[in-house]
């Protein structure tokens, strides 16, 4: 990528045209300044939801997906030829990722693998050079997202985490109305999320799939015996490889509580729930409730129901002014103190690709830093979800330290703050 753009005159004339279609500013400059004449290659890692970003990325002006990689061929080939479908060029199906890392001519890795691998990959892309977009959460456990941070300002790469409602044009106006005191003071907000998962039985050790290179999936997380029932998907549920709910959805809506409130790490963090629904080989919570302490200023509450649907709401901001109730798209209620609603947002959306447009015109305009979830703010989202799951498994409080989340006195805790790695695949900045 050489060619160098004039910013200005994208801003200007694709700002006008978004923002007629009813675009926030935020998400105009970040098409405007991603359609411009310098190509981006990409290489997608883990086709499952890496998939649907492999044809998010293929529609991206001047932009090539170049690799799609899965260590199940299977998925590697359907997503190749679906890719060709929306480019018109087939990328080349592979199963180890590390020939995106070898390949000069790409800029930027994709990860969408499971969470054992988020850290790990991403820090070895920024030690290849590359930018990285990394699926949520960014990290398996809190050390890794500060090693992430660190790899990141080493290497001076782009960092975007993948909690794509941050490019949302209804999101970015509700962020905005906040942050401009449309509630008052945000002293509280409640985030809530339900589904109706079904069991997933107990596992058995099978013969590895012909289709599957099981070495490679583990990757950083220390051996286990293949199981029939971890591969693909239920590895959510389980520590070694996921972080359960709260990980998995609950952090896009703590990632939105933290951004409207202003704040960066709690001080206190309390975990109830626990499996309750199931007899089977899951381990994380599907009934959890999270409750985080912001120095007496704030609390944020997070609430999830896996195995029952009943209950709505998304995310709700309590300020001294009003309320501000919004939902997963970014439409939105507001209400004044008397609980009238005062304004009402009908029309908002988020895609990928809003996201992914932020994320390039990062690159193209070499600014790392200037990301709508830029690493470092995803961390302290993601760690959020550490700090809940891991009150969850010692049974307690944390108390933690509000310049970087760590928890204070308990060793038995801290001790979760990091992982063991299988040897020769330990995360090295
Ligand atoms: N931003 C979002 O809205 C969103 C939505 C869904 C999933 N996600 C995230 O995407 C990630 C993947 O989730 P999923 O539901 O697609 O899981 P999944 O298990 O269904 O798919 C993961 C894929 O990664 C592949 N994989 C594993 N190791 C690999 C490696 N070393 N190289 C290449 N491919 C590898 C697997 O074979 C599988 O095809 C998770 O971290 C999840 O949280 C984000």
Redesign the pocket.
């Known amino acids: 990528m050489s060619d160098s753009i004039n910013r200005r005159n994208f801003i200007g004339t694709s700002a006008a045209s978004t923002a007629a279609a009813g675009l926030s500013l935020s998400t105009a400059q970040a098409l405007a300044a991603s359609s411009p004449n310098n190509k981006v290659v990409v290489g997608v ?6 998939a649907s970003l492999a044809d998010s990325y293929a529609k991206m002006e001047n932009v090539e997906v170049k690799y799609v ?4 061929s299977t ?1 590697a080939e359907k997503v190749a030829e679906r890719v060709e479908g929306v480019s018109g060029k087939a990328p080349q199906a592979i199963g180890d ?1 590390r020939r995106i890392l070898d390949d000069k001519q790409v800029d930027a890795l994709v990860c ?4 054992h ?2 850290g790990p990959a991403t820090i070895l892309g920024c030690s290849a050079g590359k930018h990285v977009y990394v ?3 960014c990290s398996h456990n809190p050390r890794e997202g500060e090693l992430m941070i660190e790899a990141a300002r080493k290497h001076k790469r782009a960092v975007q985490v ?3 409602r941050r490019s949302g044009d209804g999101w970015l106006d509700a962020i905005a109305k906040l942050h401009a005191g449309a509630i008052g003071n945000v002293y509280h907000v409640r985030a809530f999320y339900a589904s109706a998962r079904p069991s997933i039985g107990k596992g058995k050790p099978v013969d590895v799939p012909s289709h599957v290179d099981y070495e ?2 583990q ?1 950083p997380a220390p051996r286990k015996p293949y199981l029939s029932n971890v ?3 239920n ?1 959510h549920w389980r520590w070694h490889w996921g972080n359960g709910e709260l990980g ?1 959805n609950g952090v896009h809506t703590l990632d939105l509580c933290r951004w409207g409130a202003n704040v960066d790490f709690p001080t206190q963090v309390t975990s109830s729930g626990g499996r309750y629904h199931w007899d089977d080989d899951q381990e994380t919570p599907d009934t959890h409730t999270v409750s985080y302490e912001f120095g007496g200023k704030c609390q944020i509450t997070w609430q999830g129901t896996s195995c029952n649907r009943h209950g709505a709401g998304f995310v709700t901001f309590y300020g001294d002014k009003g309320t501000l109730d919004v939902d997963s798209n970014g439409k939105y209620k507001l209400y004044d103190k008397g609980d009238k609603v005062v304004e009402e947002r009908k029309d908002a959306r988020y895609t990928n690709e809003f996201h992914i447009a932020n994320f390039l015109a990062a690159i193209r305009n070499d600014k790392p830093l200037d990301l709508a979830a830029e690493i470092a703010e995803g961390h302290k989202s993601t760690l959020l979800c550490h700090l809940g799951n891991i009150s969850q498994r010692v049974g307690r409080s944390l108390s933690c330290d509000p310049r970087n989340g760590h928890i204070l006195n308990d060793k038995e805790a801290m001790e979760l703050w990091g992982r063991e790695y299988e040897p020769g695949w330990e995360p090295k900045v």
């Open positions: 890692m883990g086709l499952s939801r890496g990689c899965d260590i199940d998925r990722f969408a693998a499971p969470n691998w988020h699926e949520k959460p993948g909690t794509q490679l999936w990757g591969v693909h998907y590895w998995n």
